[in-house]
Nanobody
Framework: QVQLVESGGGLVQAGGSLRLSCAAA??????MGWYRQAPGKQRELVAR??????NYADSVKGRFTVSRDNGKNTVYLQMNSLKAEDTAVYYC?????????WGQGTQVTVSS
């Protein structure tokens, strides 16, 4: 059974940092990454790893870094220089073949 377990969200002041973790169980995935959804907005891609390639949303480039520990089957999102507009529920995402999996979501709140 596939499981994605997220951790690391919380409340931080603007300019601060947080690191999100997503531990995957049940399968090795082709790609892993992070999406977020703010109140009243659609879920959007934040960052993802496809093999060794990375994709970032323009709004987070230079501030966020996605990485993966294959030995632990875990993906991380290091978030620096956080802004109020980064406030959202962050979801871990993993893909294998034609299947997509989601974590339960972790709240990130940035106070200005």
């Amino acid at each position: 059974q596939v499981q994605l377990v997220e951790s690391g969200g919380g409340l931080v002041q603007a300019g601060g940092s947080l690191r999100l973790s997503c531990a995957a169980a049940g399968r090795i995935f082709n790609s892993m990454g992070w999406y977020r959804q703010a109140p009243g907005k659609q879920r959007e891609l934040v960052a993802r790893l496809v093999g060794d390639a990375t994709n970032y949303a323009d709004s987070v480039k230079g501030r966020f870094t996605v990485s993966r520990d294959n030995g632990k089957n875990t993906v991380y999102l290091q978030m620096n220089s956080l802004k109020a507009e980064d406030t959202a529920v962050y979801y871990c995402n993993a893909n294998y073949m034609f299947s997509t999996y989601w974590g339960q979501g972790t709240q990130v709140t940035v106070s200005s």
